[in-house]
């Protein structure tokens, strides 16, 4: 069974940063690819981030060029860098990686930007 498991929410300011961790419970490295999604209250599940197997990246217009996707093969980890952040990015965010047919999902990571 593959876990994943998110780390490194919190409540940051407007303008502040976060580095979101999903350390998954398998090697990452031949996963096609892994992503970082979010949810607002009452809102639906969204894509922010998504990252290749061969490191080809891919943002959401809200948050480009303010957040960074990244993977760490050796750590088997996915990394979401949150720069800038803005009262509108507060979710809750979650790491999903595909092997083959099956989608899995980690459990979950608050964000809250707030003065």
């Known amino acids: 069974q593959v876990q994943l498991v998110e780390s490194g929410g919190g409540l940051v300011q407007p303008g502040g940063s976060l580095r979101l961790f999903c350390t998954a419970s398998?090697?990452?490295?031949?996963?096609?690819?892994t992503d970082w999604y979010r949810q607002a209250p009452g809102k639906e599940r969204d894509l922010v981030a998504t990252i290749s197997r061969g490191g080809s990246t891919n943002y959401a217009d809200s948050v480009k060029g303010r957040f960074t996707i990244s993977r760490d093969n050796a750590k088997n980890t996915l990394l979401l860098q949150m720069n800038s952040l803005k009262p509108e990015d507060t979710a809750v965010y979650y790491c999903?990686?595909?092997?083959?047919?099956?989608?899995?999902w980690g459990q979950g990571t608050q964000v809250t930007v707030s003065s």
């Open positions: 398998v090697s990452i490295e031949g996963i096609y690819a």
């Open positions: 999903h990686a595909q092997i083959y047919r099956t989608h899995y």
